[in-house]
């Protein structure tokens, strides 16, 4: 089922020349996220989008599509004076530094290596060479984090780490499918967010228009959301790769009466809450009391647990919201799931 999560290169747009918005766009052309999904995921998923939430998400702006023309990627580099002077197949700045860069991506991640490897070979073809190199977890995470001159971390709210662009992956259905992620992954370095952490990109106009779909109910917010996702097709701060499918199993003879919700799958509290079942497509309506709990009382408990678990989540985004300033405490650490 739709997982709303997403496999991605985040590229350091506090980095030349990732700075420049037409250059990130020419690294977009150039990658064919089709061919990449089709290789990795087959039919179990969907290929990447510049416009970042999950074309199966109701704030998707359907019409805004990813696109791949090697030909309109070259013309990019050619507009920005970067060609290539020595005939090596690589091409230099204007100012003679090659176009050439690394990508970190997790070693125990192979899908995530692969992938890699084809968004290398379809760079190559426009002239800019990248390496990939894989490292453990722990490494790649060690070198996104942000430091000072003398290596000591810094807030990650406000700069970026040593990198060029590095594979991660969102999980957990927020971040393609909520407006919030696009404030909370994408609003400029500062005081929302974990913007410098994950990429660094800023763009005040972008701000504008997801601070304010984040105070709209959900008919209002397509408007200003459809605007935020058009930004994101012109300067795209990723690449976005592939969004894959999630599968989950279970054995029918231990509990059969899991219950599918989209982003989350099927291991989640509400699973477990007792009482009648609205009818699914193909399903039907069912009790699910414990048998050896006739009074409900598991049920009442779990139901109470997840009031609170509930509570405890929207505590969380309120306190990500709020939180102005990491560098507070030594201990860095972001959103996503290496």
Known sequence: MPDYGSIQINMNNQRAPFTEPKFRKALSLATDSDKISTTLIGTRGKPGVDSVID????????????????TKAKANLDGLGMTDRNGDGTRETADGKALSFEILVSSLEAREVRASELVAS???????????????????????TPKDAAGKPV???????????????????????????????????????????????????????VDKAATLNAADRKEPLAQAQKILIDEPPMLSLYFPDGTFAYRPEAFSDWKQEIGHGIFHKRSFLPGARA??????????????DPDGNVGLLVG??????????????VSRRRKSDAAKSDELSGPEVD
């Open 304 to 317: 109470v647990l997840a009031v609170v678990a509930l509570a405890g989540g929207a505590a969380l985004v």
């Open 122 to 144: 379809q760079l190559k073809e426009v002239g800019v060479s990248v390496k990939v190199t894989a490292l453990d977890p722990a490494a790649v995470n060690t070198r996104r």
């Open 279 to 292: 009818p699914e497509p193909g399903g039907s309506s069912e009790a699910a009391t414990p048998a050896d």
């Open 55 to 70: 074309p199966d998400s109701p704030f998707a702006e359907t019409s805004l599509k990813h696109e791949f023309n090697p």
């Open 155 to 209: 807030p990650q709210a406000v700069q970026t780490g040593d990198y060029d662009m590095y594979v991660t992956q969102y999980t957990g259905g927020h971040f393609h499918f909520d407006p919030d992620g696009l404030l909370y992954i994408l609003h400029c370095p500062g005081t929302t967010g974990f913007g410098a952490y994950i990429s660094g990109y800023c763009n005040p106009k972008l701000d504008e228009l």
